[in-house]
């Protein structure tokens, strides 16, 4: 059984940062493609083959997306946090190669983090 853990979400002030994690149990991260979604919005993902990063419009430049060496965490780094990122930020994996793929499916998904931008 697939199971994603999500942490790293609190209250931070405009501007701030965080460093949300999606981390992995009984399974290793590096066999899927991994996105981040908020409010049904894909934010970000990395992709298996190639192992491309793909960045929605609304934070690209101020979210990254990484995954650790050892297989089993994918962070989503947010700097220049504004209110209107405020929500709840769920992982999710799939087997499909590339997160841009129309028919993709996620086989798991994380039980979220909320995140709120306010000062």
């Known amino acids: 059984q697939l199971q994603l853990v999500n942490s790293g979400g609190g209250l931070v002030q405009p501007g701030g940062s965080l460093r949300l994690s999606c981390t992995a149990s009984?399974?290793?991260?590096?066999?899927?493609?991994v996105a981040w979604f908020r409010q049904g919005e894909r934010v970000a993902c990395v992709n298996l083959e190639p192992?491309?990063?793909v960045y929605s419009d609304s934070i690209k430049g101020r979210f990254t997306v990484s995954r650790d060496s050892a297989g089993k965490t994918v962070y989503l780094q947010m700097t220049d946090l504004k209110p209107e990122d405020t929500a709840i930020y769920s992982c999710?994996?799939?087997?499909?190669?590339?997160?841009?793929?129309?028919?993709?499916?996620?086989?798991?998904w994380g039980q979220g983090t909320q995140v709120t931008v306010s000062s």
């Open positions: 009984g399974f290793t991260l590096t066999d899927y493609t």
């Open positions: 999710a994996v799939s087997t499909f190669l590339i997160c841009e793929n129309p028919r993709i499916q996620y086989d798991a």
């Open positions: 192992a491309t990063k």
